[in-house]
């Protein structure tokens, strides 16, 4: 996820403005604490199975009365997603050089420079480590197709899965080998694209051709099934989206009220979570922890533009470097991580000794994912550059041909 763009309200419309260290330092620390929720609640689900599963057809799986933690991250990821993205993209909107292909180009490099090397490491690593064969946690599928959809977030799409049912043809398919937390990004992928072609095509430039239809119907199609299973999580990312659209309003951002729906979302969120199994992503639960987020900053830690930032937690320059790194890393460590989990569920000497286990996988995860960021993510500015310099990418009308910002 992107870091937060704070604007200024002039005459006209928000101007982009430097957020301070102390405001991006608070979306940093909600992100880091996310990922590493997500890592914590896959170790002890794998090293602690008879505490958190339950078998069925002879594999360890969720039960449904259980508090999953990494669930909760999984919707906090979506609720910064929701405001940092959407926040990015009304405050770039007003620029006559940005349009949708920028947008597009931004969103693509985000997401699939470090995707693309992950899949193929999964793919390869399942083969040398697992054989290819399926564990008690997750079956194993590195059949070629799975491969493709996967590299082309085409993979547990309802479109496809529709043409299975009706035809027989097997175009269906999920995550990619031990990569089962990948369902998410193919989710995010699409909200991105349905949200980009609805702001900027739709209700901007109000052009979008058959295959801006074609491309939204088809994204569309992903938000509306996520919405019917999994109805938190768009949930949570619109909330995400309002709030960053009322950022611009000086009514909106009044402090006040937003401390008092801040401490209410965050008392209801773990009552609502009692009070319906722990069911994470039901509505209610991501209309809380949207309020607890969201209007927490709004009310105790935004500023307006030429007001005072307090910041004692930023000036600590040690744990601010740390709470960084795990931010700028928390892509890579969502990739990552599960299917190392996997991997050392097949030591024994780990798999009998679960806190040790659960103690060694959350450093070694939290180091793999630095240097995977060192070594692949934090390049994709300059991929995205790369690519826009060139003739493979089209410039958007709206830039008169030229390359925008």
Not at 35 to 54: E, K, R, S, T, Y
Not at 280 to 305: C, D, K, M, N
Not at 343 to 352: D, I, K, M, R
Request: net charge positive.
């Amino acid at each position: 996820m992107d870091r937060v763009v704070i604007a200024a309200q002039t005459a006209h419309h928000p101007l982009p403005e430097t957020a301070s260290k102390h405001q991006i330092l608070y979306f940093d620390a909600v992100r880091a604490l996310s990922a590493q929720m997500v890592l914590v609640g896959h170790a002890c689900n794998i090293f602690l199975p008879g505490v958190f599963m339950v078998v069925s057809r002879g594999r360890f799986r969720p039960s449904g009365d259980i508090f999953y933690m990494q669930n909760l991250g999984v919707l906090l990821f979506f609720v910064l997603s929701g405001f940092l993205v959407s926040r990015s993209a009304f405050t770039k909107m007003s620029s006559p050089t940005w349009g949708y292909s920028d947008y597009l180009l931004e969103r693509l490099a985000r997401i699939f420079v470090p995707f693309v090397p992950a899949v193929l490491l999964v793919s390869a690593l399942d083969r040398l480590i697992l054989h290819g064969r399926d564990t008690p946690f997750i079956r194993i599928d590195l059949d070629p197709w799975t491969l493709v959809t996967n590299l082309t977030m085409l993979f547990n799409n309802p479109v496809f899965k529709a043409v299975e049912a009706r035809t027989g043809w097997e175009v269906a398919t999920g995550p990619i080998g031990s990569a089962a937390p990948f369902w998410t990004v193919v989710i995010e992928f699409w909200i991105y694209i349905a949200f980009g072609l609805i702001l900027l095509r739709v209700l901007r430039d109000r052009r979008i051709g058959v295959l801006g239809v074609v491309t939204l119907a088809f994204s569309l199609a992903v938000v509306v099934d996520t919405a019917r299973h999994h109805e938190g999580l768009v949930l949570a990312w619109v909330m995400g989206m309002l709030y960053a659209a009322g950022t611009s309003r000086p009514w909106f951002t009044r402090a006040g009220p937003h401390r008092v729906l801040g401490v209410l979302g965050l008392c209801a969120t773990p009552w609502l979570l009692w009070r319906g199994d722990w069911d994470v992503y039901e509505e209610q639960v991501a209309l809380a922890l949207g309020l607890a987020i969201l209007s927490t900053w709004l009310g105790f830690v935004h500023r307006p533009a030429g007001a005072p930032r307090p910041a004692p937690f930023g000036q600590r320059a040690r744990l601010r470097r740390a709470v960084t790194y795990l931010s700028d890393s928390s892509y890579s460590l969502y990739l990552v991580h599960f299917s190392l989990l996997i991997y050392l569920q097949t030591v024994p000497w780990l798999a009998s000794h679960p806190a040790a286990a659960i103690t060694g996988a959350f450093v070694l995860a939290n180091g793999v994912a630095i240097l995977y960021w060192y070594l692949v993510e934090r390049h994709y500015p300059s991929v995205r550059r790369a690519i826009r310099r060139s003739s493979l990418w089209p410039t958007d009308p709206r830039t008169s041909g030229r390359v925008g910002p």
